[in-house]
Nanobody
Framework: QVQLVESGGGLVQAGDSLTLSCEVS????????MAWFRQAPGKEREFVGS????????YYTDSLKGRFTVYKDNAKNTVYLQMNSLKPEDTAVYYC???????????????????????WGKGTLVTVSS
């Protein structure tokens, strides 16, 4: 069993930067993919970016590449999402998720589908004002 707790959300202005944290507890395996998703009101949950727990592979949705960065600190069991140049359309609840990619490849599995994730946090709200 894996538990995920997101933090760091809040109200910011357009153009600001914000870093979200996802603290992970439980047994973690090198085959795990750690991912950030977001869900705006009335919209489907969408993939933001992911990072391999056992290595340095990352993957981003094209529209956010270069503005959002996913990184991790294995010693702290924490995954981060750094968001720069925030826009009002980035307003959403941001979720951290885990999927075990055992038996599959990193690039064949990404972008991850929210319906295939194994564990979720409860999310943290980010509101970007114009």
């Amino acid at each position: 069993q894996v538990q995920l707790v997101e933090s760091g959300g809040g109200l910011v202005q357009a153009g600001d930067s914000l870093t979200l944290s996802c603290e992970v507890s439980g047994r973690l395996y090198n085959t795990y993919a750690m991912a950030w998703f977001r869900q705006a009101p009335g919209k489907e949950r969408e993939f933001v970016g992911s990072i391999a727990w056992g290595g340095g592979y990352t993957y981003y949705t094209d529209s956010l590449k270069g503005r959002f960065t996913v990184y991790k600190d294995n010693a702290k069991n924490t995954v981060y999402l750094q968001m720069n140049s925030l826009k009002p359309e980035d307003t959403a609840v941001y979720y951290c998720g885990v999927r075990d990619l055992i038996g599959t490849g990193w690039y064949s599995s990404n972008p991850l589908d929210y319906r295939t994730m194994d564990y979720w946090g409860k999310g943290t709200l980010v509101t970007v004002s114009s």
